[in-house]
């Protein structure tokens, strides 16, 4: 109680220390004559109450006067209540001896598991004790519950592997008293079988902070750097002790871990169980974003227990492991904010650092700011929708500008109402600043010429590569405005002569985003002009401004410089395709070119909702096969490219056109595609040896166009990920597609199918499995009618008619030889083989002996993963909604 310093006893109680000494010594005899015990109590009765003064826990100090007061009505009756009150006052909890002795239990328990298993291994025990001896083994691994949590555990049963001893305290609660046993028992027991496991589920109050690290320095912390293991208060432990050490388990999660498994212990859990500070301690990505899923109630956050908000701060300080947070929407205040600030200036391990939406106020938020430049760790913060307006903008630029050394290189400020004057106050600090790469300042009410500021400023800027200006006010038009607008574009590059005052200092921006700026008319026509000229950016995003049919043989031109330094650009929503100005633009400036043109560098270009037409798709497919380096082409939600504009793209992904272009993502949801459509991507899709992902979904694909995709996935290497969800396919399409895989992943199933099943079908090893690691997404199809949806399953199928060659008649819609007849029969007389049938040919019987009935979605997704596991394939309608 008084903080670790030795306690020095007065005179008087060394005397009555002594005399008691003595008077046991004696065999306790009655008292009324030994007046060397006696004149010792009244020396000690008589003595001046202790100061306790000293005590620092208020509540822990009276308790102590209580039991010190000399009047007979304020002292307590007996120990046992000075015990009770005094446990209360200090968090001790009692612990029961079934605790005190858990960890006894576990090691002998195993010992005893581990002999029975030697002995029985041996075959040392008769057979009928062999056998009890096992069942008695079996029953003592299956008290540590579920399977995953004996998997986890390393309690394989199957592998005849040792039995590790395992502290499984998920029947305690546990308290201060409780985690200081632990610790004393992990650091200071030696037993031939030491623990190697601990297992735990919920505490009872909050452990203080001290006492924290201790714990966390018992355990393993698995594949770490010698950096990161063990060094505590100074401590450091070697690597090796480090990985001797036990693992420590939350219910069925081995810890440390990367981040915590989707759907369990979230926010609201953890704090429930009050382990919200193991889970810093040991998890490296930490969300405690609160789960909004709820359709009912306030959703529990960190911000709303005062309790857990000191239990987080206390944890981040002292923590070894976590290297991101995440507290979005977490109800954070003024003061929580102050608190994690102060223990965000003592974590040596935190790196990413998310407190949006919060609205924790400008003080708070420079607090945490100034701890972020003084710790030298963190690299990116998130404090977006924080209510900062300009008085929060001063005090983040001011500690911005006192940042040298620093490591802070992405910061997110949206939605925060800086307007003018907080845009002013970050332009004097990124003058200064030589850390920041990216700043995001999304819908701040930021006005023109306040952005043309931020632009200017870039130009001196020596580290600012990404900027963000979504959402702010919009452009002026260009009439009237034309200063303005020219000083804007000008820092991104001029003609050289132009005489305009941007045209000798370029920004140093490789990423600029002006989504949803309004930029119409002249203005966008003057921003390609310039652009034409950049040397620097890389990546730009104009998506929703509306710009129709101005500026695009400015931006036409742009694209066609062979050497541009423009990578991604985003142009969505814009209505380019109207009256196919942008398609008929590039594809005359390509004309216009004395010679071939390829575009080097152009990597990523997003058109969707632009009101493309099928004239206007294959102009750009034409066009776009000379860009070499494309590799991502999204036209989603342009309705009117319909069957005619997939036919052109089709071209494109064939190679029947003439370039160099190798996409690898291409995305046409929502295009009006049908049947024709689908089997022209299909028919490329098959001899296309690039494309790795193709978004389909949205469209009015229906059965007719299955086969064809299922011929594309049986010979297709390179497709990855193949979206075909929000169609019309129905349960046979779906097995179409899942027939298609089938063979995809045995190759040999589609030649011992064919119509002739030769010796040289079976022998070999086949060509290259095609696209063995597909997923496809054909979730929500239109489903079958109810009528036929419960109609019963044939288990069987017509016998084999098989001639004397082997080969098989016709059967149904599928013509020859059963694949896995095929595999079980000898093809040179007919007899049957020992070979078992593979595991496609197994899905395909079990495909076509339901041929005319609808395909049950559980069935198949059960039936693909008992037969491919939980590989990729084995997805293949693994969603819900399916």
């Given amino acids: 109680f008084r903080g670790g310093l030795r306690v020095t006893l007065s005179p008087i109680l060394v005397q009555v220390w002594s005399a008691f000494a003595q008077w046991v010594c004696d065999g306790c005899p009655r008292t009324e004559n030994k007046f060397y015990l006696l004149a010792a109590i009244r020396e000690l009765q008589l003595e001046k109450q202790a100061d306790l003064q000293d005590i620092e826990n208020k509540a822990v100090r009276t308790v102590l006067a ?15 209540d000075f015990l009770k009150l005094l446990n209360e006052a200090t968090g001790w909890l009692e612990m029961t001896p079934e605790f005190l002795r858990s960890h006894a239990d576990a090691a002998e328990r195993t010992l005893w598991l581990n002999e029975v298993h030697t ?82 589920a919920r505490f009872a109050m909050q452990i203080p902070q001290d006492l924290q690290p201790s714990f966390s320095q018992c355990f393993n912390f698995g594949p770490m750097t010698p950096e990161e293991v063990g060094k505590v208060d ?37 704090l429930e169980r009050r382990a919200l500070w193991v889970a810093v301690h040991f998890v490296r990505d930490l969300n405690l974003e609160p789960d909004m ?33 995440g507290l979005r929407s977490s109800g954070l205040d003024d003061s929580s904010g102050r608190e994690l ?61 006192d940042a040298s050394g620093t490591t802070l290189a992405e910061l997110n400020l949206a939605r925060n109402g800086l307007g003018a004057e907080g845009a002013e106050a970050l332009c004097e600090c990124l003058l200064r600043n030589t850390s920041l790469t990216h700043l995001d300042l999304t819908r701040n009410e930021i006005p023109f010429s306040a952005a043309g500021d931020l632009m200017l400023t870039t130009v001196s800027s020596p580290t600012l590569k990404r900027l963000v200006l979504d959402e702010n ?15 804007f574009v000008d820092t991104l590059g001029s003609a050289p002569g132009s005489g305009r005052s941007g045209s000798s200092a370029h920004s140093t921006l490789e990423s600029l ?117 494309l590799q991502e082409l999204f036209l989603y939600h342009n309705a009117d490219i319909g069957d005619n504009g997939m036919e052109g793209l089709a071209r494109l992904l064939n190679g029947r056109t003439a370039g160099d272009c190798r996409l690898k993502t291409l995305g046409i949801a929502a295009c009006g595609v049908g049947d024709r459509g689908g089997r022209a991507i299909a028919a490329a899709l098959a001899k296309n040896e690039w494309l790795e992902t193709l ?99 044939s288990a069987s199928r017509p016998p084999a008619q098989a001639g004397g060659s082997g080969v098989a008649e016709a059967r149904g819609e599928d013509q020859g030889l059963d694949a896995e007849e095929a595999e079980t029969t000898n093809p040179t007389n007919g007899e049957p083989s020992d070979q078992q049938p593979s595991a496609a040919a197994r899905l395909n019987r079990y495909l076509r002996a339901g041929s005319t009935e609808p395909c049950d979605p559980a069935e198949l997704v059960a039936r693909l993963r008992a037969e491919f596991g939980e590989g990729p394939v084995a997805r293949l309608i693994g969603l819900p909604s399916c």
């Avoid at 129905?730 to 040999?748: I, S, V």
């Fill in 66 to 80: 209580r039991a010190l007061k000399h009047t007979r009505y304020t002292r307590f009756t007996c120990c046992m």
């Fill in 119 to 200: 002995w029985y291994s041996r075959g040392q025990l008769p057979q009928a004790q062999a056998a009890q001896a096992l069942s008695a083994r079996q029953a003592g691994l299956r008290r540590f519950g579920s399977s995953a949590l004996q998997e986890s555990l390393g309690l394989d049963e199957g592998a005849g592997k040792l039995v590790p001893a395992i502290w499984d305290l998920r029947p305690f609660s546990l308290g201060q008293s409780h985690v200081k046993r632990v610790v004393q028992v992990l650091t200071t027991w030696r037993k031939p079988s030491p623990i190697r496991r601990l297992v735990l």
């Fill in 234 to 270: 100074g401590d450091t432990l070697s690597r090796s002790q480090a990985l001797s050490l036990p693992r420590l388990f939350l219910e069925d999660t081995p810890l440390p871990a990367e981040r915590l498994p989707p759907g369990r212990f979230g926010v609201a859990e953890l």
């Fill in 293 to 325: 899923s709820a359709l009912h109630g306030t959703p529990i956050t960190v911000g709303s227990r005062p309790a857990a908000v000191s239990e987080l701060a206390a944890a981040i300080a002292t923590s070894r492991v976590l290297v991101r947070l």
């Fill in 341 to 401: 600030a102060a223990a965000v200036r003592h974590c040596k391990t935190l790196q990413h650092l998310d407190l949006s939406d919060n609205n924790m106020g400008s003080v708070a938020v420079g607090k945490v700011v100034d701890a972020v430049m003084q710790g030298n760790i963190i690299i990116s913060l998130d404090l977006s929708r924080n209510a900062l307006g300009p008085a929060g903008a001063h005090s983040v630029a001011c500690a911005l500008s």
């Fill in 473 to 487: 006010c919009p452009w002026p038009s260009y009439e009237g405005s034309e200063t303005l607008v020219r000083s």
């Fill in 513 to 629: 985003s002006l989504r949803r700026s309004g930029i119409r008319s002249t203005a966008a026509t003057e921003l390609f002009s310039v652009l034409q000229h950049s040397t620097r950016l890389k990546r730009l995003n104009l998506a929703w401004n509306g710009i129709r049919h101005t500026g695009m043989e400015e931006l036409a031109a742009v694209l066609m410089r062979p050497n541009h330094p423009l990578e991604e650009l985003d142009l969505r929503d814009n209505f380019l395709g109207k009256q196919e100005a942008f398609p008929r633009a590039l594809a005359e400036a390509d004309m216009a070119a004395q010679a071939i043109v390829n575009n080097h560098r152009l990597r990523l270009l997003h058109l969707g909702n632009n009101g493309l037409t099928p004239t206007g798709v294959s102009m750009l497919a034409d066009v776009l096969s000379r860009f070499e380096a």
């Fill in 695 to 793: 978004d389909m979904s949205c469209n009015a694909l229906t059965r007719e166009a299955t086969p064809s995709f299922a011929e594309a996935l049986s010979t297709n290497k390179s497709l990855q990920h193949l979206n075909l969800s929000m169609n019309f396919m129905c349960w046979n399409g779906l097995r179409d597609l899942a027939r298609g895989l089938a063979e995809a992943q045995d190759p040999l199933a589609r030649t011992r199918s064919s119509s002739s099943a030769g010796a040289g079908a079976v022998a070999g090893g086949g060509p290259r499995s095609a696209c063995v690691g597909a997923e496809v997404d054909v979730s929500a199809q239109l489903p079958p009618p109810a009528s036929l949806a419960k109609a019963p399953r």
